[in-house]
């Protein structure tokens, strides 16, 4: 049986993304122990809410090393929503705080305007398209979390800030939203960061949470 | 031009998925599990549910339907009804909500939005109102799904919601609610084309030119459809079909 280890460091709802791991059979420990976190078979590291909370709730449990450190073990990582902003370096959300340092870059805010100058709604909120990456032409989604998966397949995105890694190579999907790209998907080795909730788009989403199991 | 949501609405009372018109004259339709199952299934793009009863009762009575909702439906879930304090909010969340949608407590006490949203993101906080039509132009929300009237005029509301926090309106016309006779469309297009957030427009869907009206004239970023699809006039998977030929972006591949 896959073992599926959550990060719970203080921020609402886990019981969606359990529960979608769940639905694949996987056994689910939600913990803030850093020994745990350290000893995962998978780490997910979910998030919803403001950076520097979220990164506080780490630093008080004394479990960001901890998961830098997995980070470096070769082992599956998924970080969802600010859970992938928070494997930057940092972000511009209410001043620059500095985050796990997974993935080199930072997290900006998405503009109030789109590229054509006109005003647009931000948070980009609702479903949106996966796409390749312009800046990463060489990108393959066979042997990722993305095996399956068309171009084109929509999941549910709901963000106002949004990571660009320095290096190009670091971008697994990207989506457009105001005429411009986004990352929807960050990934290093095993490390992943979705943007969107895979656990909340659907059967697509769902094959993504079972394609990381198979990782 | 971005994906327009298609958002199934369920309305409870106990436990049971109910319809009415104009929100009055409540009919039992089913089970709400069995109901929002099928239209996960068919590709409804989220779930709205609302207890109905839950200002009456000072309590929204939703904790286990949403559990097992959750459980197996994995969509975003809004939920509604009776919310008065940010441990309703918390408990809520817990069971597997993702927003949550306020009315009749939002317009006794604003402060209310505002806290919720400095809590849990903008993005979890949905404005609800239900508006009712004075004359051209001027509506007034209701409250108590319906029952009482606040008073207050639906666009100035709106617009203070977004400025407290609110992240989206779901925006109820109650005249049009439930008579299968079309959308309000100068109400939806007031509220979403002055305001930064997008509206839910929910009441009036009979036919797919509706649909489309609401969407191309509204400029509602999001549709909510019970009647249709609780009695089966149209499929999801059939509206989103032909919305996608009359050239509006919808996700198809949900099923």
Same mark, same amino acid.
């Given at each position: 049986?896959?073992?599926?280890?959550?990060?719970?460091?203080?921020?609402?709802?886990?019981?969606?993304?359990?529960?979608?791991?769940?639905?694949?059979?996987?056994?689910?420990?939600?913990? #803030?122990?850093?020994?745990?976190?350290?000893?995962?078979?998978?780490?997910?590291?979910?998030?919803?809410?403001?950076?520097?909370?979220?990164?506080?709730?780490?630093?008080?449990?004394?479990?960001?090393?901890?998961?830098?450190?997995?980070?470096?073990?070769?082992?599956?990582?998924?970080?969802?929503?600010?859970?992938?902003?928070?494997?930057? #370096?940092?972000? #511009?959300?209410?001043?620059?705080?500095?985050?796990?340092?997974?993935?080199?870059?930072?997290?900006?805010?998405?503009?109030?305007?789109?590229?054509?100058?006109?005003?647009?709604?931000?948070?980009?909120?609702?479903?949106?398209?996966?796409?390749?990456?312009?800046?990463?032409?060489?990108?393959?989604?066979?042997?990722?979390?993305?095996?399956?998966?068309?171009?084109?397949?929509?999941?549910?995105?709901?963000?106002?800030?949004?990571?660009?890694?320095?290096?190009?190579?670091?971008?697994?999907? #990207?989506?457009?939203?105001?005429?411009?790209?986004?990352?929807?998907?960050?990934?290093?080795?095993?490390?992943?960061?979705?943007?969107?909730?895979?656990?909340?788009?659907?059967?697509?989403?769902?094959?993504?949470?079972?394609?990381?199991?198979?990782? | 031009?971005? +994906?327009?949501?298609?958002?199934?609405?369920?309305?409870?009372?106990?436990?049971?998925?109910?319809?009415?018109?104009?929100?009055?004259?409540?009919?039992?339709?089913?089970?709400?599990?069995?109901?929002?199952? &099928?239209?996960?299934?068919?590709?409804?793009?989220?779930?709205?549910?609302?207890?109905?009863?839950?200002?009456?009762?000072?309590?929204?009575?939703?904790?286990?339907?949403?559990?097992?909702?959750?459980?197996?439906?994995?969509?975003?879930?809004?939920?509604?009804?009776?919310?008065?304090?940010?441990?309703?909010?918390?408990?809520?969340?817990?069971?597997?909500?993702?927003?949550?949608?306020?009315?009749?407590?939002?317009?006794?006490?604003?402060?209310?939005?505002?806290?919720?949203?400095?809590?849990?993101?903008?993005?979890?906080?949905?404005?609800?109102?239900?508006?009712?039509?004075?004359?051209?132009?001027?509506?007034?929300?209701?409250?108590?799904?319906?029952?009482?009237?606040?008073?207050?005029?639906?666009?100035?509301?709106?617009?203070?919601?977004?400025?407290?926090?609110?992240?989206?309106?779901?925006?109820?016309?109650?005249?049009?609610?439930?008579?299968?006779?079309?959308?309000?469309?100068?109400?939806? +297009?007031?509220?979403?084309?002055?305001?930064?957030?997008?509206?839910?427009?929910?009441?009036?869907?009979?036919?797919?030119?509706?649909?489309?009206?609401?969407?191309?004239?509204?400029?509602?970023?999001?549709?909510?459809?019970?009647?249709?699809?609780?009695?089966?006039?149209?499929?999801?998977?059939?509206? &989103?079909?032909?919305?996608?030929?009359?050239?509006?972006?919808?996700?198809?591949?949900?099923?």
């Amino acid at each position: 049986m896959k073992s599926v280890t959550i990060i719970d460091y203080g921020i609402g709802n886990l019981f969606s993304v359990a529960r979608a791991f769940e639905f694949f059979d996987a056994k689910i420990q939600i913990s #803030d122990d850093p020994k745990i976190i350290l000893a995962a078979e998978r780490l997910v590291l979910p998030g919803v809410g403001a950076f520097s909370d979220a990164m506080n709730g780490l630093c008080n449990r004394n479990i960001t090393a901890a998961a830098q450190r997995y980070a470096e073990m070769q082992r599956p990582f998924l970080g969802i929503c600010l859970g992938m902003q928070m494997m930057m #370096d940092e972000s #511009d959300e209410f001043g620059t705080h500095k985050g796990l340092g997974l993935i080199k870059g930072r997290v900006e805010k998405i503009p109030d305007i789109d590229a054509d100058g006109k005003s647009h709604k931000v948070p980009h909120v609702g479903w949106n398209n996966l796409l390749f990456p312009q800046t990463n032409t060489a990108v393959h989604w066979e042997n990722t979390v993305l095996k399956g998966l068309e171009e084109k397949t929509s999941v549910y995105f709901v963000h106002s800030f949004t990571p660009v890694p320095d290096n190009p190579q670091n971008r697994l999907a #990207d989506t457009v939203y105001g005429g411009r790209s986004v990352s929807a998907i960050i990934y290093r080795d095993y490390l992943y960061g979705c943007q969107f909730h895979p656990e909340k788009s659907g059967p697509m989403g769902l094959k993504i949470i079972k394609n990381f199991l198979a990782i | 031009m971005h +994906n327009v949501r298609l958002i199934a609405r369920l309305d409870i009372k106990g436990p049971n998925l109910i319809k009415g018109v104009h929100l009055e004259g409540l009919r039992v339709i089913g089970s709400p599990q069995e109901y929002a199952t &099928k239209y996960y299934q068919m590709g409804a793009d989220e779930l709205i549910y609302l207890d109905t009863v839950a200002s009456l009762y000072g309590r929204n009575n939703l904790h286990e339907i949403v559990k097992s909702a959750a459980s197996n439906i994995f969509i975003p879930l809004t939920v509604g009804g009776g919310i008065r304090t940010i441990d309703d909010i918390t408990s809520l969340l817990r069971v597997g909500a993702d927003k949550i949608a306020i009315n009749t407590f939002a317009t006794k006490q604003p402060s209310l939005l505002q806290e919720a949203a400095q809590r849990f993101g903008s993005q979890c906080i949905v404005l609800s109102i239900a508006a009712k039509k004075i004359h051209p132009g001027k509506w007034i929300a209701l409250t108590d799904n319906g029952r009482e009237n606040s008073g207050m005029d639906v666009l100035e509301w709106a617009h203070q919601g977004w400025k407290l926090g609110a992240g989206e309106i779901l925006l109820t016309s109650v005249d049009q609610e439930g008579t299968a006779s079309g959308f309000d469309c100068d109400l939806v +297009n007031a509220v979403a084309s002055t305001l930064p957030i997008p509206v839910i427009a929910s009441g009036g869907m009979g036919t797919i030119d509706h649909l489309e009206a609401v969407i191309k004239c509204g400029k509602a970023d999001a549709v909510a459809l019970a009647h249709v699809l609780h009695y089966n006039k149209f499929t999801i998977s059939d509206i &989103k079909h032909e919305m996608i030929a009359r050239g509006i972006n919808m996700r198809s591949d949900g099923k």
